[in-house]
């Protein structure tokens, strides 16, 4: 019987990884890894030995260089502590920021 793992990171939060000097806004959840590009070998390569059995985030992720969309386990976020806007070129499709500076889902319309 395998376990659910429920996110500790939610839809709009912005995390930063434990190791590598980047962060990024959480746009997706999947509750352990989810076999889809990239591969667990190449994760396991990039971030060393990770639990499948665990959350993975897709993330609008910036780095000094450039943003990038990353997915990331868990075990390797952490929340961010800035109150820094994310600049990443596909946010404002997804999210708008909030008065206290908080990412939520744009509300879809309908013509």
């Not at 667990?40 to 780095?63: C, H, M, S, V, W």
């Amino acid at each position: 019987m395998s376990k659910t793992s429920v996110a500790k990171f939610s839809i709009g939060q912005v995390i930063r990884h434990r190791v590598y000097a980047f962060r990024g806004v959480v746009f997706d959840v999947d509750p352990q890894f989810a076999d889809r590009a990239p591969s667990y070998e190449t994760i396991n390569l990039i971030e060393g030995r990770q639990r499948k059995d665990q959350p993975f985030y897709y993330l609008f992720a910036e780095n000094e260089q450039t943003p990038y969309i990353a997915y990331v386990s868990e075990q390797n976020l952490m929340p961010d502590p800035t109150d820094e806007p994310v600049s990443h070129p596909q946010i404002d499709a997804m999210f708008e920021r909030d008065e206290n500076g908080n990412y939520r889902r744009r509300k879809v319309t309908m013509n």
